[in-house]
């Protein structure tokens, strides 16, 4: 018996290794607020932590020898970014592989998330009413690899042309393919998807503008407008408008001194900001 039982187990821990992450995971991670708790998920899944700061978020790979100069097309890389200071918490996959980001959007669809809005330049929200506390966010980041060929070797189809480049780009890449022994260098743009499951935690900023009575008020949230109201400290509203997305100047030179709550309605819930107008 001890044969079968060992092929058992086999395939048990190669299942393991080979498990990739998805939509799902991410999911099953967002109540998660350090790297401690991601790390005990994740290991399970053959992925461990290789590189990260807070200020920046931390990464995780494939368990063993991390290679900081390999192709972004063969791997699948997890992120999350969350501290005391930020806005919001962020579980994330990275990866160049274009039929591997072609399965996890179709997750996201089949999850039953739908697209909302546009999000920057290269990205777009999904939301989902099962879960209304969290969004998640798909992103196409353009960047370009350089690789170094010998006089022989064939260019690459996808590889820019040269005289693309400003002079100073083109003479630093054919320096370093001198000094490696190649004969030249070609510049390949790439594609890197991120599919990010955001849980924001917005905090609002409330300070004083340049002017008496003026205040910048932000709004750390991506719903496109919200109606907010001010109120004094008996309670009594003194003040409603609009925001004009993610920073709001307001007037409030009309107002006299004292302590105010700034109060605006989210769909992440209530949120409120007590400040002071001198």
Request: contains cysteine; negative net charge.
């Amino acid at each position: 018996m001890r044969r079968p039982i060992t092929l058992w187990l086999s395939f048990i821990i190669l299942s393991a290794q080979a498990q990739r992450p998805n939509i799902a995971t991410l999911l099953s991670l967002v109540d998660c607020v350090d790297t401690t708790c991601v790390s005990q998920n994740l290991r399970p899944m053959n992925y461990c932590l290789q590189a990260g700061e807070e200020e920046d978020g931390w990464l995780w790979f494939t368990c063993g020898p991390f290679d900081q100069l390999a192709e972004l097309e063969g791997m699948i890389i997890l992120g999350y970014t969350g501290n005391a200071g930020s806005n919001y918490r962020k579980y994330v996959i990275l990866t160049g592989d274009t039929v591997f980001a072609d399965t996890l959007t179709a997750e996201l669809y089949r999850l039953g998330f739908t697209k909302e809005q546009t999000i920057l330049r290269d990205g777009h929200l999904y939301g989902n009413a099962a879960y209304p506390s969290l969004e998640v966010h798909r992103s196409e980041k353009r960047h370009f690899n350089f690789a170094f060929k010998t006089a022989e070797e064939p260019p690459d189809p996808h590889a820019l042309p040269m005289d693309s480049l400003s002079c100073e780009r083109f003479e630093w890449y054919h320096r370093k393919a001198m000094e490696k022994g190649y004969d030249r260098a070609e510049i390949i743009p790439k594609l890197l998807w991120g599919f990010a499951v955001v849980v924001p935690t917005p905090q609002l900023s409330m300070y004083p503008g340049k002017n008496d009575g003026n205040f910048v008020f932000y709004y750390p949230v991506t719903d496109p407008k919200a109606e907010f109201v001010i109120k004094d400290l008996f309670g009594k509203e003194v003040y409603r408008s609009t925001t004009q997305g993610a920073r709001t100047d307001l007037n409030l030179s009309a107002l006299p001194h004292g302590v105010y709550c700034l109060t605006v309605p989210s769909k992440f819930g209530m949120l409120s900001k007590a400040f002071m107008k001198n």
